[in-house]
């Protein structure tokens, strides 16, 4: 089936600092990727639609200056979070879709301190 | 209205029961349905799909779909402890491409 890599899987920060996730389609081209958040024992919310070669969509209460994606190529969509905070603690996830199936990536859990 | 409404569950059942898992959309546009599986700490994965009213089978798992009703359930036969997971269930309309998830059930198989 379909791959798609998210990396780093868990990342530590200080609060203040940014994080970078990548999410790489790795054997079929994502024109469009998404980004989720999932709290604890909580559903996956969706972030924002990302989308090559032009500007993401965001989801109603998703700050666009926090949470920066950028999708560069077929296959790479990030995201970063600016100016983490604690409570931006969360595990994300990505996805992209190939035909009408939904792909995920392996998350990364972020805690910020 | 939430988009897709699942009982979070905890559903208990005893190693070898059918469990039967259950979820209702609220947007007849919907086109295609899925169940993913998500164990704690990890991404979903994919299970089953099912686009046309009906059952559909694949192994121990049936996928059941009345589009009428706008519900859809997954059926688990012969449930292992391996089987204990959060099950999500998710819709996606055709026109926007997204999905959209339920909040998940819990699933905790007994030996």
């Known amino acids: 089936g379909a791959v798609v890599s998210q990396h780093p899987s868990w990342v530590i920060c200080k609060s203040g600092t940014s994080v970078k996730i990548e999410c790489r389609s790795l054997?079929?081209?994502?024109?469009?990727m998404f980004w989720y958040r999932q709290f604890p024992k909580q559903s996956l919310m969706l972030m924002a639609t990302s989308n090559e070669g032009s500007k993401a969509t965001y989801e109603q209460g998703v700050e666009k200056d926090k949470f920066l994606i950028n999708h560069a190529s077929l296959t790479l969509s990030t995201l970063t979070v600016t100016s983490a905070h604690p409570e931006d603690s969360s595990f994300y996830i990505c996805?992209?879709?190939?035909?009408?199936?939904?792909?995920f990536g392996q998350g990364t859990r972020l805690t910020v301190v | 209205q939430k988009e897709v409404e699942q009982n979070s569950g905890p559903l208990s059942v005893p190693e070898g029961a059918i469990a039967s898992l259950n979820c209702t959309y609220s947007?007849?546009?919907?086109?295609?349905f899925f169940w993913y599986r998500q164990y704690s700490g990890k991404s979903p994965e994919l299970i089953m799909f099912i686009y046309s009213n009906g059952d559909k089978e694949d192994g121990r798992f049936t996928a059941q779909l009345n589009k009428a009703s706008q519900y859809v359930s997954l059926l688990i036969r012969d449930s292992q402890p391996s089987d204990s997971a959060t099950y999500l269930c998710a819709v996606n309309r055709y026109n926007f491409n997204k999905f959209y998830f339920g909040s998940g059930t819990k699933l905790n198989v007994k030996p």
């Open positions: 947007d007849r546009g919907s086109q295609s």
């Open positions: 996805s992209a879709i190939r035909g009408t199936e939904a792909f």
């Open positions: 054997d079929f081209q994502a024109t469009t």
